[in-house]
């Protein structure tokens, strides 16, 4: 056997015993010994429960995140709805104490009928917003052709209503339409209506 072939054998037989102990010393590392070295490399030197609790803060932290977000994001909605339900019950009071005796009730009527119903069955609702408070804050004019001879024009409700008893009136009279006919109304207000 040459010299450089001996020093070959001796190498490899080195690195087959380095490779033996190698594995045997980190099976028989007991277990601190072993998280020291799991430390040393840089892993995590927590313990299994102080990491639970972490992860519960965390979950936690998230969570309310979550509901804060979701509060704050459905809450402007949330106030709109109530805000309208309640000047909407406003309207309906004053509807029913100035204004049922001559247009009815949520029900009944004819579209020719005089004076005109405000509900679904009546025309009302072809009127936008800007005209139909001003009818019930000026009145109207005269009596219009269709109206049975010596009918009375609508009066105004400028002393007796404030402007916002006007606009929850006219929000109640809007709740008596069908859908269709609120949308087709809203969208009549928006091209006539520039106040
Ligand atoms: C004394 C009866 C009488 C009372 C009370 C009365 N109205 Fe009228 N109203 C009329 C008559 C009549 C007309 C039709 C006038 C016209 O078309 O020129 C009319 C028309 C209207 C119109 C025009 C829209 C449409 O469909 O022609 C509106 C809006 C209206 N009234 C709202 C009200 C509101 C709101 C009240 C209550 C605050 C009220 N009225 C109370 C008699 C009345």
């Given at each position: 056997m040459s010299a450089i072939a001996t020093i070959r054998h001796l190498l490899v037989v080195r690195s087959r015993a380095n490779a033996i102990f190698g594995v045997y010393r980190q099976g028989a590392l007991s277990g601190p010994a072993r998280r020291a070295e799991q430390t040393k490399v840089?892993?995590?030197?927590?313990t299994r429960p102080q990491r639970r609790l972490g992860f519960l803060i965390g979950s936690g932290v998230v969570a309310v995140t979550a509901a804060l977000w979701l509060v704050s994001a459905s809450l402007p909605g949330w106030a709109a709805s109530v805000s309208a339900a309640l000047q909407e019950r406003r309207g309906q009071e004053v509807y029913n104490a100035?204004?049922?005796?001559?247009?009815?009730?949520p029900t009944g009527g004819r579209i020719d009928d005089y004076p005109p119903p405000?509900?679904?069955?009546?025309?009302?609702?072809?009127?936008p917003d800007c005209a139909l408070v001003r009818v019930t804050r000026d009145g109207s004019s005269g009596a219009p052709?269709?109206?049975?001879?010596g009918a009375i024009p609508m009066q105004g409700f400028k002393d007796k209503l404030s402007p916002a008893d006007i606009a929850a009136v006219i929000a109640f009279i809007k709740t008596m339409w069908t859908p269709a006919q609120r949308q087709a109304q809203a969208s009549f207000t928006k091209d006539m209506c520039f106040e």
């Open positions: 840089g892993q995590s030197d927590k100035s204004c049922a005796s001559c247009h009815g009730g405000h509900n679904a069955n009546g025309h009302t609702w072809h009127h052709e269709y109206a049975p001879p």
